[in-house]
């Protein structure tokens, strides 16, 4: 049998669940289909992963060169967007719930999910490696304006580092957020992410249709979680062989091993769907806690030990180029021209902006509907400050007391080109190697690996959740075990196939495939949005 589930059955959007059964409290084709494709293509890649992996490669070349610039203008659409709702005294105001409405997490907690959920795994990546590339190579140098591995490179290497992590990527988030929390707590709809385009599509986002959208935010939310943890395991795994030394860790070039990170992406799964079956208010918010906490630590550190008045320096200016620069990054467009220069500014550009673009909007149905959950109860300017402000400065802090630590031991001659030429896995690592003994270096790496560790965890486990609750139409008790451990299992072996099939770049490939579809979502919301908070705050 099937019931509605909606508030009351004239709701403007009503979604069929199962009341018993194997779906009982979930839509069976919201709930199915994903299963279905996820478990496709990972017969696919298993069965003939060398070619499969050359065909995702081949189809991101081809995505990329088509839809680079859609990416591009995008992205800076969904910025102008948060931005000026969260400006805007109409609408600024607007509480993401009822009038008298408390938020349900302080703030310490509220941020510390926020962070955790949407780049933590990140931060620990490319805190590092973000300034570290930009600083051997950018549009910049590429054009003949700087010279890479140059001091006169640094502060470009910033600017474009924080183009990444900065406002345009937090309003990714922002966008769908801000979009479910209103339509949610304030209208009564749903919390799943067809209700956002309701009021474009009334009635119509009950149906097909409505599944449709569903789909694809699962489907996004899957494969930008699979690239994320591909890269926090591989990371996971160089960080144990900086503490052990084990050479099975780690293979050529310093790249981590297959069967390291598949040790470590089973280790992580099976910690997640514990974490998941607990809940928001349990695992989550205690990993969430656990997290911010050692993050302070890790940056304490560095500012004590690292290149603390050099990092200082370049935090302020790097603001100051980065909000000037801001307009033109977010809305340039490369493309080759038959010039050296035109082929590598575009080889740049996809390599990291469209890239970077995808992963967030793959990332955004997972974290924006867990903000939207964890933001109930306050305004949209407060969500602004606090999902894409507050979240873009701690990103410029990780980057100055960390990244900038690793460009003074490279710039001084101290690093020998020991960051810059090591595995995008290791140069954290390296970092701390250099400015310490060898005895203290595991210590801080044993922070670091439990960090990440935690970092993922949260991760998984939160997009476990998330994906649960857009399949039983928006209801956020929905945790059942043997939901939990399927999508566990599933996100295992699909990362584990595609790791095999191709590394990272297989990973790659899959996302900026999947988040197409998703980007194109996106773009309605931020439409349905600002002509439902225009039509209806007065």
């Known amino acids: 049998m099937d019931q509605i589930n909606a508030n009351d059955q ?35 890649v298993g069965l003939s992963p060398s070619a499969a992996g050359q065909v995702l490669l081949d189809v991101q070349t081809w995505s990329t060169q088509n839809f680079g610039g859609w990416y591009v203008y995008v992205t800076a659409f969904y910025t102008i967007v948060c931005l000026t709702l969260g400006i805007w005294p109409r609408t600024a105001h607007v509480k ?8 349900e997490f302080s703030m310490f907690t509220w941020l510390s ?22 600083f051997a190579n950018n549009p910049d140098t590429i054009k003949g304006l700087t010279t890479g591995l140059d001091e006169d490179n640094v502060r470009n290497a910033y600017k474009w580092a924080m183009l990444h992590y900065g406002l345009t990527p937090w309003a990714c988030y922002g966008v769908v957020g801000i979009s479910l929390g209103y339509l949610s707590y304030n209208r009564g709809l749903p919390l799943t992410i067809r209700s956002a385009l309701e009021p474009l599509f009334g009635r119509a986002m009950s149906g097909g249709f409505g599944h449709v959208v569903d789909i694809v935010a699962i489907l996004a939310t899957i494969v930008g979680l699979s690239v994320t943890i ?7 795994a160089s960080g144990l062989f900086n503490i052990s030394g084990a050479d099975w860790l780690v293979g050529e070039g310093g790249k981590p091993t297959l069967l390291a990170q598949l040790m470590g992406l089973i280790l992580i799964i099976s910690a997640s769907c514990l974490s998941a079956m607990s809940g928001l208010n349990k695992g989550i918010k205690w990993l969430s806690n656990i997290n911010m906490g050692l993050s302070v630590f890790l940056i304490a550190f560095f500012v004590l030990f690292g290149a603390t008045f050099f990092a200082l320096q370049t935090f302020f200016y790097t603001i100051w ?14 493309q080759a021209a038959g010039t050296e220069t035109s082929v590598a500014l575009e080889s740049w550009q996809a390599s990291w902006s469209i890239f970077y673009w995808a992963w967030w909007i793959a990332f955004a149905p997972f974290v924006g509907l867990f903000l939207a959950r964890v933001s109930r109860g306050r305004t949209i300017r407060e969500y602004v400050i606090g999902a ?10 990780w980057f100055t007391f960390i990244g900038a630590t690793a460009i ?58 998330i994906i649960n609750t857009l399949a039983s139409g928006g209801d956020q008790s929905q945790k059942q075990t043997k939901h939990v451990v399927i999508w566990g299992t599933l996100f295992a072996i699909l990362i584990g196939v595609l790791l095999a099939a191709g590394g990272m770049d297989a990973l790659r490939s899959v996302m900026i495939i999947g988040a197409l579809p998703f980007s194109i979502v996106m773009a309605l919301m931020s439409v349905s949005l600002v002509k439902t908070l225009i039509t209806n705050e007065k």
């Not at 999910?113 to 930009?134: D, N, R, V």
């Not at 591909?230 to 996971?236: A, E, N, R």
């Not at 690093?415 to 003994?437: H, M, P």
């Open 10 to 44: 004239g709701a403007a959007v009503t979604i069929v669940t199962r009341t018993s059964g194997f779906y009982q409290g979930f839509n069976p084709v919201v709930a199915l289909m994903p299963k279905i494709l996820v478990a496709a293509l990972i017969l696919w």
């Open 96 to 103: 993401l719930g009822q009038a008298g409405e408390k938020p």
């Open 113 to 134: 999910m926020m962070f955790g959920a949407g780049i933590g795994i990140g931060m620990l990546t490319y805190s590092t490696a973000e300034p570290i590339f930009h």
């Open 230 to 236: 591909g890269y926090g395991v591989s990371q996971f």
């Open 321 to 334: 180029d980065y909000l000037i620069a801001l307009p033109a990054m977010s809305t340039t467009v490369w």
């Open 388 to 397: 894409m402000i507050i979240p873009s400065l701690i990103c410029l802090v």
């Open 408 to 465: 003074d031991l490279e710039l001084s001659g101290v690093a020998q080109g020991a960051i810059v030429n090591a595995d995008i896995s290791a140069q954290l690592f390296e970092t701390i190697n250099l400015i310490l003994s060898p005895t203290l270096a595991v210590g801080l790496s044993v922070v670091i690996v439990v960090l990440l560790l935690t970092f993922l965890v949260t991760s998984a486990d939160s997009g476990i959740l």
